[in-house]
């Protein structure tokens, strides 16, 4: 896996690319805190793109974090076509974490402190992934599924306490956070109501506190 090296420069926020395990091309944005601060991952929901957290990555970067968010592939400036993805090709989107991992590392980052954010898809993309990385110190999951494209939350084990997050009126990401929190003795779930899905759920001026909080309880 070859990976661009950045100056970890606190306040700069290059952009790039790294290939992945399996080839593929991965663009990304990068917020950059001081050497050896906590590092988090942000993944995107289907059809969108990192540009969703670009507000989020900058308020976490200012709060002691370093912060990567990629185009997951399929899309934005990464290489593929999600709408041309088998359910295989969905679940390959960890490899895509691997590598935003690896640049927080060769960056000066602290993976040992990692958290991943995901929403919707992402937030499956991140349990997923969490559940085979010791140093996934915690999940937050907006609006995950039992399913999505073919990456399910069903039957993965992630032991380490996590943060699901849904509104009400989208039932199946709260039917889903409801189902995946019953069987987690770990994960802590609240439910909003009239906040929309993934993302859009920071339209809540709660969440970004709650969030901010829940990192600095469990991975820092």
């Known amino acids: 896996m070859t990976q661009p090296q950045l100056k970890p420069l606190t306040g700069m926020m290059p952009s790039?690319?790294?290939t992945t395990a399996d080839?593929?091309?991965?663009?990304?944005?990068?917020?950059?805190?001081?050497p050896g601060s906590p590092g988090i991952i942000l993944l995107h929901m289907l059809r969108r793109t990192r540009s969703d957290w670009d507000g989020i990555a900058k308020w976490l970067q200012k709060n002691g974090y370093s912060v990567?968010?990629?185009?997951?592939?399929?899309?934005?400036?990464?290489?593929?076509?999600?709408?041309?993805?088998?359910?295989?090709?969905?679940?390959?989107?960890?490899?895509d974490v691997s590598a935003m991992k690896s640049l927080l590392e060769n960056n000066g980052a602290d993976v040992k402190k990692m958290a991943i954010i995901g929403a919707s898809i992402g937030a499956n993309v991140a349990l997923n992934y969490a559940a085979n990385d010791q140093d996934?110190?915690?999940v937050i999951l907006l609006s995950p599924g039992l399913e999505y494209r073919g990456v399910k939350t069903e039957?993965?084990?992630?032991?380490?306490?996590?943060?699901?997050?849904?509104?009400?009126?989208?039932?199946?990401g709260a039917q889903s956070s409801q189902q995946i929190a019953a069987r987690n003795p770990s994960a802590k779930l609240i439910i909003y109501e009239n906040a929309g899905?993934?993302?859009s759920?920071?339209?809540?001026?709660e969440l970004a506190p709650t969030i901010l909080k829940w990192l600095q309880e469990h991975a820092y």
Request: charged content about 20%; cysteine-free; glycine content about 12%.
């Open 68 to 95: 990567i968010v990629p185009d997951l592939r399929g899309h934005g400036q990464s290489t593929g076509n999600w709408e041309q993805f088998s359910p295989d090709d969905f679940n390959k989107m960890t490899y």
């Open 23 to 34: 080839g593929q091309t991965i663009a990304y944005q990068y917020y950059a805190g001081k």
């Open 136 to 138: 996934a110190r915690t």
């Open 197 to 199: 899905h993934g993302t």
């Open 155 to 172: 039957g993965i084990t992630y032991t380490k306490p996590f943060l699901i997050v849904a509104s009400k009126e989208d039932e199946y």
């Open 16 to 18: 790039g690319t790294a």
């Open 201 to 205: 759920m920071f339209t809540n001026k």
